[in-house]
């Protein structure tokens, strides 16, 4: 198809309001017909324009006005509605409502997501309205949509509605051409022929099923031609969708329109009915991830999968994989430290291509561990390989990493005529077809039965080699000199024997079990032990197709070998032709047999990076401190449930580094460092609980534990505050008593009685005729000495003298800027006590602020009722005097009323003075609360640039990449990030080492 | 990666390879070293095609040679480069037509001198010494089943079942012998069909720079390349044909020169003789005894061979090759064997094996079988007439040809008097004074 991209210009046409009271808005898609607009229309409704430009697509517009009268009429509720139908300058323009999105648009967002499409059922239920839809219209008015594809599904609210009907035809009419315009790739075959049938829309409708549940479609072809050469002839690769589709679609996709669903509902409800039946694969499948199985324990997954292919020879369900648990029990593998590691000879045996790339690397890791080979006898290598380019590759520089020539075996074939002789010999274990068709290049070329063949045709060479091989590693003097050179404990003369081949080339994969057996057939002989043979099998697939095939068959074939050989009641037969003499009683080939997936579709660089795991095993297997946890690894027994006898057992290991200098992990590392250190100057020592604990009664207790300790941590916060507040004085009682005392200062005496004093002097001090009223008088003096009960802050009064509440609320602002210094200081040193920290400190100032707010709450409301109580007093007072003065009293009171006059205005002063004292202590601690406020903000600015300084850490993306690389479990994760923790803790005593297995 | 639901599917070709039960694939070479012959000696393969075509493109020129157009590249330059062949224009597909110089003609002219060969490029003996024992019939042991199915259409009584099938078994020689007209040659040419299976034989041979070629479109039928799935997906060298086993049927013509390399001086290229061309597959010496030469000349020339299954061959330039003799050798006869040969030699063909008359019976069925094919309607009582008046009474022997070669007359009397196609005693009656009389006086002549 082609798609053009940029929106036409049209000259004389108002793109902007095609039609009157219509706005264009956006663009929502151009195609070869025209173009999508999201529009205004009148009534403030959103509508989808399409313009079919028909002066650049006449045909197109016409066709589609055809079609559009044709569908005009009917009405469905899952057929988009068309509002409007206009022709303006010869363009035809559409109004229809607006979806949401297409299924397509749909569909991307959720591959976006890491699906590989939608979920079935979700599908499904789309599929179904489209179905209704398309079924309708067929019955009803004979029409065939034609153009059935993701993007004419479109999803309004959560149903799919039916929409672009450019070639919706009736298919009793006839029709000139139908190719123009149509989508190939969802194109049925009769539509090539421009036959469309009733049948056509539900082929179109099923290949969007494929594609929309897995993101494959049943024909690759990338051209129109090629997509129809291949709707019309080639079967559709269905081998993406769940086992329970294929056939369901294979029908719906036959190339006989008679052949399929009678209708579309029908095709749609065999889907929903199979995966019914098949809940699992679809459960499986709803789940629409890509099956990225964590790390290598996916390798028994493939197994079984291998076992599930076309060839149907190993029983599958036997097969058991290791299971999440599995992983804990591993875990929970305790070791003993102070107990020293027991080593033994080791002799590697590497077979093949794969292998060579595995022997370079653990060869060099030996060396620069241990010294030079020479100085370790009891430890050798012994790489056999068909291809002598290989060989002479692997010897072939002067790195720590080549292999010594008398450390390889080359075992090429030869031309067909040299077997010729020895035809009858050989072809006692090996096809004739195999022996007549060795390759030109001399290589098996990834054919197992000419691996055996080399290895057959070598067999005394190779027997030789391995005979040399075992007594030099087992030789006594050799094992001394080894412990000697290199420290290792080598306490046995038994020895270990690795072999290690991929099962998918045609070298490893031919020879690796007859080898095993040949191994052990010489250790027999020279009397040791057949204890200690391990397989290290490896697969891997590369790059081109057809040698993928060959990998996946060749591992398939070996495994079923091994599984043969490994059953009860089987054996290995011997094969005389190389002297190796049958195994009876057990017979397993190996006594612990791992097999490593190393990956798919590897390029040689990928295939390098992948064999390093496992040369880093092999190293930390025969000669680490690692040993031993490997040795109990292998004395966990994977047994199924009722197997009777034991079923054969595949193991695999997966390798994590742990601050390994060549990856990313360091500065991971540094940046969790740091980000935990900026949470612990956030919040205090690490939340314990997020560290990885094997057990789960272990976590509960950890939890009841943290949870105690956070609270006795901030309790104790609390009581220090409180501490400092009584140190600070910091209470109602002494801080009126210091007003108190400070008035006492300023009249120097008791201040009461000093009030006493001054009352009864305005009383009887002469009375000037213009004073008026005597009470008022004295009112008036009490006030300009306290200050007047109304003014409150302000500044009056007297200007030769303060009134003494501004005395003492100057006095009073001193004290509480110093208290609140000694507050903020005090929570400042908080934030670098360990177990406070930011937190700590916040929760002090809260403390404080909640403390000075309460004390002041209950200080402004004493006052306020004093002051009621003074106007009170003072209303009384002086009306009763005025009463007195209006009914005509004398000047001169009598004694008694004087007296009373005296206590009433005692009582006011001492009132007055109360209130006084009230008001500045609230004073007081408004300007401490001011204080211990903005030491709080501050505290809560510096906890927010910490929490942003900590999110600027945020390595989890990049740690899961990092680990997804080395193909860690959980497990592992967790446990590293536990030994983090304690590093972390114990940071004054770093621990050397972090790096090492799990 | 993959799981339970998706279980991978092994390619198709590849399974048919690794299934196959074909004991030889001629691997597609790879390079000039891979195809065992040197760069001259395809240089004048190259220049003969030239000189006799004119000019043509690199690719044509290397499907004629049946060699790949990648592996000749090098040689076109080196030509070009020598000034032997010039381009004498652009091909599609990245590719030249090539034309030759002058010196280049007169090079050609030269090579044509020396050899007069331009087909396909040979391979080396060795590479087809190796394939003939690859495929030898020796390792097919056909079982009752494939027998009974290699001879579903025709009659064959199964006392006579039981003996041929070990000595098909065998894969040594056999005499096939018995009155003329019963089936022996029919019999002999269906029992190459159940080794049922197709084989891979060189268009030529090339052993001490002289060419021997071997395919001769007379015995090799080619297997059509659309057959299977296995020719698409796996590249084979050309320079083989794939065949179904041959069956080299000769009679009396055979002469002795038919058994050496047949060596034309004027192109100086060799035929392979009758026993090459039949490896892998039957030989069948029909009329045995009526040869050009004797029975013991001929016997005696094959003596080793038969023992020892290789034959040591003389080529032009004197050169003797050891080549495989690995055949079911039939020896078909309506004589006696011990009057053909002696003791020594019958012993070195060990099953003798007797086809003798049918009986009433199976001429009923034999015409049964032959009415079908003719498309008439089968007549008991005719046939029993047909042996009461024609055999019977005149003491005739019943031959398995009978009952095809009178209907055949039937017919044909019919057609030529307008007549609807049926048997009628009386049309027996005037075909079988024209089949018998000629017949009769043969035998009288040869036997009585």
């Known amino acids: 198809m082609n798609m053009k991209t940029e929106v036409t210009q049209v000259v004389g046409f108002n793109k902007q309001e095609p039609i009157p009271g219509y706005f264009t808005k956006e663009l929502i898609g151009v195609g070869g017909y025209g173009e999508v607009w999201k529009t205004h229309a009148p009534g403030g409704l959103l509508k989808a324009v399409k313009i079919v430009y028909a002066n650049l697509n006449s045909k197109r517009a016409s066709r589609e006005l055809r079609s559009l009268n044709r569908i005009k009429e009917v009405r469905h509720a899952f057929l988009l509605s068309i509002e409007r139908i206009e022709i303006v300058d010869g363009n035809l323009i559409i109004v229809t409502e607006l979806a949401d999105q297409s299924l397509k648009q749909h569909y991307e967002k959720c591959r976006a997501t890491g699906l590989r499409g939608l979920p079935r059922d979700e599908l499904l239920e789309y599929l179904r309205d489209a179905a209704d839809a398309l079924d309708y219209i067929y019955e009803n008015y004979s029409l065939q949509h034609l153009d059935i594809k993701p993007e004419n599904l479109l999803l309004v609210g959560n149903r799919a509605k039916v929409a672009d009907f450019g070639l919706i035809k009736n298919l009793y009419e006839r029709s000139a051409s139908l190719i123009e315009g149509l989508t190939p790739i969802y194109s049925p075959p009769e539509l090539f022929e421009g036959k469309p049938n009733r049948h056509s829309d539900q082929y179109s409708l099923a290949i969007v099923y494929q594609e929309m549940l897995t993101g494959e479609l049943p024909f690759d072809g990338m051209t129109a031609a090629h997509l129809a050469a291949q709707h019309l002839q080639t079967p559709p690769a269905l081998r993406g969708l769940p086992k329970c589709d294929q056939p369901i679609i294979a029908r719906a996709l036959s190339k006989n329109p008679d052949g399929r669903f009678p209708s579309c509902r029908a095709l749609i409800g065999a889907l929903i009915e199979a995966g019914k039946e098949n809940a699992e694969v679809v459960k499986d499948n709803a789940a629409g991830r890509d099956h990225r199985q964590a790390g290598s324990s996916a390798a028994p997954l493939k197994t079984e999968a291998l076992a599930e292919g076309s060839f149907e020879l190993v029983q599958s369900q036997s097969i058991t994989s290791a299971k999440a648990e599995d992983w804990a029990e591993l875990a929970s593998i305790e070791l003993d430290e102070n107990a020293a590691t027991q080593y033994a000879p080791v002799l590697f045996v590497g077979i093949g291509g794969v292998a060579t790339r595995t022997f370079r690397r653990l060869r060099a890791r030996l060396q620069d561990r241990l010294g030079t080979m020479d100085a370790m006898p009891a430890i050798d290598l012994l790489l056999l390989d068909t291809d002598v380019k290989n060989l002479n590759w692997a010897t072939g520089d002067e790195s720590s990493a080549a292999l010594h020539v008398s450390e390889t075996l080359a075992m090429p074939l030869r031309r067909a005529e040299h077997y010729r002789s020895a035809a009858g010999k050989i072809l006692g274990s090996i096809s004739r077809r195999w022996v007549y068709n060795i390759p030109f290049s001399l290589q098996t070329e990834g054919f197992r039965p000419l691996g055996r063949l080399a290895m057959v045709d070598h067999s005394k060479r190779l027997l030789d080699r391995l005979r040399q091989a075992l007594t030099k590693i087992t030789r006594e003097e050799n094992v001394a000199t080894t412990a000697q050179n290199t420290g290792l404990n080598l306490a046995s003369r038994q020895p270990q024997v690795y072999i290690v081949a991929s099962t998918s080339g045609g070298t490893g994969g031919g020879m690796v079990l007859d080898v095993a057996y040949a191994v052990r057939s010489i250790l027999a002989e020279l009397g040791l032990s057949e204890e200690n043979v391990f397989g290290i099998l490896m697969h891997a697939t590369p790059r081109a197709a057809g040698d993928r095939d060959k990998a996946i068959a060749n591992s398939y074939s070996t495994l079923s070998e091994l599984w043969h050989y490994c059953r009860p009641g089987h054996n290995y037969p011997g094969d005389r032709a190389c002297g190796l003499p049958p195994f009876h009683g057990n017979n397993r080939t190996f006594s612990n047999c791992y097999f490593v997936h190393l990956g798919d579709d590897l390029s040689e660089t990928q295939l390098d990076t992948a064999t390093d795991p496992v040369a880093e095993y092999l190293y930390s297997s025969a000669v680490t401190p690692a040993a031993g946890f490997f040795e109990k690894c292998r004395k966990i027994e994977y047994a199924p449930a009722g197997a009777q006898p034991p079923e054969p057992v595949l193991r695999t290991f997966g390798l994590c580094q742990l601050g390994g200098s060549n990856s990313d992990i360091p500065t991971i590392v540094a940046e969790l460092l740091c980000r935990d250190l900026v949470c612990i100057w956030r919040s205090g020592p690490p939340n314990t609980v997020e560290r990885a604990s094997p057990k789960l009664t272990e976590t509960v207790a950890l939890i009841a534990a943290h949870d105690k300790t956070k609270q006795t941590r901030f309790f104790k916060i609390e009581e220090q505050a409180a501490a400092k507040a009584a140190d600070l004085e910091l209470g109602l009682e002494p801080m009126q008593a210091v007003a108190r005392e400070i008035l006492g200062q300023e009249v120097s005496g008791d201040v009461e009685s000093y009030f006493g004093r001054l009352i009864l002097e305005a009383f009887d001090a002469p009375r000037a005729e213009a004073d008026g009223n005597d009470l008022t008088r004295v009112f008036a003096i009490v006030d300009a000495v306290l200050g007047d009960v109304a003014r409150g802050d302000e500044d009056g009064g007297d200007a030769n003298f303060d009134s003494l509440d501004t005395v003492l609320n100057t006095r009073l602002e001193g004290r509480a800027g110093k208290a609140a210094a000694e507050i903020r200081d005090w929570i400042f040193d908080l934030v670098d006590a360990s177990e406070a920290r930011v937190e700590g400190a916040k929760q002090a100032a809260e403390w404080f602020q909640n403390l000075l707010r309460t004390m002041e709450r209950t200080t402004v409301n004493t006052a306020g009722h004093l002051r009621e109580q003074i106007g009170t007093l003072k209303d009384a007072v002086l009306s009763d005097d005025a009463g007195r003065r209006a009914a005509g009293a004398s000047n001169t009171p009598d004694a008694k009323l004087l007296r009373e006059e005296k206590i009433c205005l005692f009582e006011y002063a001492r009132l007055r003075l109360d209130h006084v004292i009230e008001s500045s202590v609230a004073r007081w601690l408004r300007l401490i609360e001011g204080q211990v406020t903005a030491t709080l903000d501050r505290l809560q600015e510096f906890w927010t640039d910490l929490n942003n300084l900590a999110a600027s850490f945020d390595v989890t993306p990049r740690l899961s990449d990092a680990f997804d690389r080395s193909a860690a479990p959980e497990i592992v994760h967790n446990n590293w990030r536990s030994l983090l923790s304690d590093l972390i803790n114990h940071r004054e005593d770093p621990q050397p080492g972090l790096g090492g297995f799990v | ?448």
Request: proline share 5%; hydrophobic share 40%.
């Open chain 2, 1 to 448: 990666m993959a799981t339970h639901a998706d279980a991978h599917e092994i390619d198709d070709g590849l399974r048919s390879i690794l299934l196959s039960d074909d004991n030889f694939w001629p691997a597609e070479p790879k390079s000039i070293r891979e195809t065992g012959l040197n760069s001259s000696f395809i240089e004048h393969l190259i220049c003969k095609y030239l000189a006799t075509t004119g000019s043509s493109s690199g690719r044509s020129i290397a499907e004629s040679l049946c060699l790949s157009f990648s592996i000749l590249g090098e040689l076109f330059d080196s030509l070009r480069t020598r000034q032997i062949v010039v381009h004498a224009g652009a091909a599609p597909f990245n590719d030249y037509y090539y034309a030759l110089t002058d010196h280049g003609r007169s090079r050609a002219t030269a090579y044509l001198g020396e050899s007069g060969y331009g087909g396909p490029a040979p391979v080396p003996l060795m590479d087809y010494v190796l394939s003939v024992e690859a495929q030898a019939i020796t390792f097919v042991a056909p079982k009752y089943a494939q027998l009974a199915e290699a001879f579903r259409d025709i009659s064959v009584e199964p006392k006579l079942f039981a003996s041929l099938g070990p000595a098909i078994n065998s894969g040594a020689g056999m005499f096939l012998y018995g009155a003329p007209g019963n089936g022996k040659s029919t019999l002999a040419r269906r029992l190459t069909v159940c080794f049922g299976q197709k084989i891979w034989i060189p268009q030529a041979l090339l052993e001490g720079g002289q060419i021997i070629k071997l395919y001769d479109a007379a015995y090799h039928h080619i297997v059509e390349e659309d057959d299977g799935t296995l020719l698409r997906c796996q590249d084979h060298d050309c320079r083989w044909l794939q065949i179904w086993r041959p069956t080299v049927v000769v009679g009396g013509e055979l002469t002795m020169d038919d058994l050496e390399i047949h060596h034309n001086p004027q192109s100086n290229v060799s035929e392979a003789p009758l026993q090459m061309k039949s490896n892998c597959g039957c030989l069948l010496l029909d009329d045995f005894g009526r040869q050009r030469i004797a029975p013991n000349e001929l016997l005696n020339r094959w003596i080793v061979p038969l023992e020892c299954r290789h034959d040591f061959l003389t080529l032009a330039n004197g050169k003797k090759i050891k080549v495989p003799f690995e055949q079911l050798i039939i020896f078909s006869t309506n004589l006696e064997p011990e009057d053909l040969v002696d003791e020594a030699f019958l012993r070195r063909i060990p099953y003798k094996i007797e086809v003798g008359d049918p009986g009433v019976e199976e001429f009923h069925f034999l015409f049964k079988l032959y009415c079908a094919t003719f498309d008439c309607e089968y007549r008991k009582d005719v046939v029993n007439y047909l042996i009461d008046t024609h055999y019977r009474s005149q003491n005739r022997a019943m031959r398995r040809c009978h009952p095809r070669d009178l209907l055949m007359q039937v017919r044909n009397y019919c057609r030529y008097n307008d007549l609807e196609m049926e048997i009628r005693p009386e049309y027996f009656d005037c075909v079988v004074e024209s089949y018998f009389a000629m017949v009769l006086k043969g035998k009288a002549k040869r036997g009585n």
